[in-house]
């Protein structure tokens, strides 16, 4: 046998080889992807799952005015141009509160029966959305609204991504069930 015969006997396996993790690579990366596994990123903590939320000071929580607007509050709440559905609260749930998000946005809690909050004055400025008097306690990347001329109060945080539209659609429920009143300024 020929140096060039022994050289080309001994590459034709080494050829065969390499072509064959080649084609193994491939079908192995080609399977990754058709199942569901080739992309997959980690769940961002709190956006997936029951949310968590942690109990306040509500002592109205638990009154009919609650219970009747939780009762009736919509299972969605437009966020601009998308739709954020109710979102399971993590056992133990605080009373008469209600959320709505998934994992791409952070979610909007309501929250029904809390006291009167100590921001609320004579010279507060107020926002009337659909006949309902709301008093917003800005925050960080978030404000909370509070409805303040019913007979609970009732908070909803909202992120800044989110827009008007919950605040309309929570308007349009309380003024449409809960009957108008004073707004008390002073304890």
Not at 27 to 45: C, K
Not at 91 to 98: E, G, L
Not at 132 to 145: F, M, N, R
């Amino acid at each position: 046998m020929t140096q060039q015969e022994t050289t080309s006997a001994l590459s034709r396996p080494l050829i065969a080889a390499v072509g064959l993790a080649v084609v193994l690579a491939i079908g192995v990366a080609g399977l990754g992807l058709w199942l569901g596994t080739g992309n997959q990123s980690e769940d961002v903590p709190g956006r997936t799952g029951p949310l968590a939320l942690v109990s306040i000071d509500a002592p109205d929580a638990g009154s009919p005015t609650c219970t009747t607007l939780v009762e009736k509050l919509p299972v969605g709440l437009p966020s601009g141009k998308d739709m954020l559905s109710r979102r399971e609260l993590a056992s133990p749930a605080p009373t008469a509160t209600v959320a709505w998000g998934d994992a791409q946005h952070d979610p909007v809690v309501l929250r029904c029966g809390l006291p009167r909050p100590a921001e609320l004055s004579a010279t507060s400025q107020l926002r009337v959305i659909s006949d309902v008097q709301w008093l917003e306690l800005p925050g960080s990347g978030s404000s909370t609204w509070v409805i303040v001329d019913r007979a609970a109060y009732v908070a909803l945080t909202v992120p800044g991504e989110a827009g008007t539209g919950p605040l309309q659609d929570i308007s349009t429920t309380v003024r449409d069930l809960l009957p108008k009143q004073p707004v008390r300024t002073a304890p």
